[in-house]
T-cell receptor, first 115, second 114 residues
Framework: AQSVTQLDSHVSVSEGTPVLLRCNYS??????LFWYVQHPNKGLQLLLK??????LVKGINGFEAEFKKSETSFHLTKPSAHMSDAAEYFC?????????????FGAGTRLAVHP | DAGVIQSPRHEVTEMGQEVTLRCKPI?????LFWYRQTMMRGLELLIY????????DSGMPEDRFSAKMPNASFSTLKIQPSEPRDSAVYFC????????????FGSGTRLTVV
């Protein structure tokens, strides 16, 4: 069965320093993987997606993620954090069954960015 | 494109009352999803519609919950009677058929049952 584990519930960085949010997935076949971001009291916004094309995926706002099959990982990175990046980030795996891609969310990682 | 539109943004109701949450998907999307977000359980899929037909309702918690999609531009999630444990943020999302490329989510409805 498909599942995701976000290895950190909270991450704190200083503005201008790199961001690393870790995600491991479990899937019985080649998965589709996503990162969503949720700003306080806002909806969920798609940051990027991996759907078996290039293993390095670039998303919005300077974020990117690398699909590593050997490590079953899909970590999210950004070279330089901005105050506006403070939010909750969800790693998501897609499970295709019954004719649709069911998105299964991780527990989330709350990113704090300090001046 | 206005995106997925949900109403109301906030709802406070008394236990035992009926609650109706509304969703307008993105025009042209034919898949619609309702999710619930709680601190304890995170984000859970409640129900999936394709071309206005419920396909997977295995996530609907119990008979007090019902969802309808009378046409391609409107869906409702109803809770009757509501209970305090139903307090959560309810999200609607839409996509092209099946959601292979991910979903577009609305801003959610924060429901508080007192």
């Amino acid at each position: 069965a498909q599942s995701v584990t976000q290895l950190d519930s909270h991450v704190s960085v200083s503005e201008g320093t790199p961001v690393l949010l870790r995600c491991n997935y479990s899937s019985s076949y080649s998965p589709s993987l996503f990162w969503y971001v949720q700003h306080p009291n806002k909806g969920l916004q798609l940051l990027l997606k991996y759907t078996s094309a290039a293993t390095l995926v670039k998303g919005i706002n300077g974020f990117e993620a690398e699909f590593k099959k050997s490590e079953t990982s899909f970590h999210l990175t950004k070279p330089s954090a901005h105050m506006s990046d403070a939010a909750e980030y969800f790693c998501v795996v897609g499970r295709f069954s019954g004719g649709y891609n069911k998105l299964i969310f991780g527990a989330g990682t709350r990113l704090a960015v300090h001046p | 494109d206005a995106g997925v539109i949900q109403s109301p943004r906030h709802e406070v109701t008394e236990m035992g009352q009926e609650v109706t949450l509304r969703c307008k998907p993105i025009s042209g999307h034919n898949s619609l999803f309702w999710y619930r977000q709680t601190m304890m359980r995170g984000l859970e899929l409640l129900i999936y519609f394709n071309n206005n037909v419920p396909i997977d309702d295995s996530g609907m918690p119990e008979d007090r919950f019902s969802a309808k999609m009378p046409n391609a531009s409107f869906s409702t999630l109803k809770i009757q009677p509501s209970e305090p444990r139903d307090s959560a943020v309810y999200f609607c999302a839409s996509s092209w058929t099946g959601g292979a490329d991910g979903y577009t989510f609305g801003s959610g409805t924060r429901l508080t049952v007192v």
